[in-house]
């Protein structure tokens, strides 16, 4: 969508269009953004304890929201109590 905006002449309608990212896509990209900034971190090891070291490569890279999400509130409870 992004690159039909772009091609379109300067005086055309849709260069008046703003794109916004829908609620899934938003949290994809606020798990991937908590995501880069606990890498190298021992935060993955300590979900490999309760998950599978194939599922933390899949939260980690924005493919399995449900379960990342789910983790994140058990870092959280984890961590506040």
Not at 31 to 40: A, D
Not at 51 to 57: F, G, I, K, L, W
């Amino acid at each position: 969508a992004m690159n039909i905006i772009e091609d379109e002449p300067l005086k055309s309608p849709l260069k008046s269009v703003i794109l916004r990212l829908g609620g899934f896509q938003l949290e994809m990209s606020f798990v991937g953004g908590i995501s880069h900034l606990m890498e190298g971190s021992e935060i993955t090891e300590l979900l490999e304890t309760v998950y599978a070291p194939n599922a933390v490569t899949h939260m980690t890279s924005r493919k399995a929201i449900a379960r990342a999400v789910r983790a994140h509130f058990l870092l959280d409870t984890a961590f506040t109590l």
